[in-house]
């Protein structure tokens, strides 16, 4: 029981500095493996678990998003989820 505790108060303080300005993962993957996740388990769960959270902040700033430079933002978005693909 007091791993789920763990988790949950983890999970909290997670969200919570994502919400602020980032870093939740500082928190939420060692929480995970001190829970006996293994850690690269912990690693996929853990941004698995506070993907919703920087989609919805995406969302909610989607106005404020601009241009850099000459490049469009859909152009910066292509670049980089072609960049940043897994190896």
């Known amino acids: 029981m007091s791993e789920i505790l763990l988790v949950l108060l983890a999970g909290l303080a997670a969200g919570t500095l994502n919400a602020v300005g980032g870093g939740g993962t500082f928190v939420a993957l060692p929480a995970l493996v001190a829970a006996g996740l293994p850690p690269v388990t912990a690693n996929a769960a853990s941004t698995i678990a506070l993907l919703p959270g920087s989609v919805a902040g995406t969302w909610v700033s989607r106005h404020e998003i601009t241009q ?3 490049a469009s933002t859909r152009a910066m978005t292509m670049t980089s ?3 940043s693909s897994p190896s």
């Open 68 to 70: 850099v430079g000459g």
């Open 81 to 83: 989820l072609l960049t």
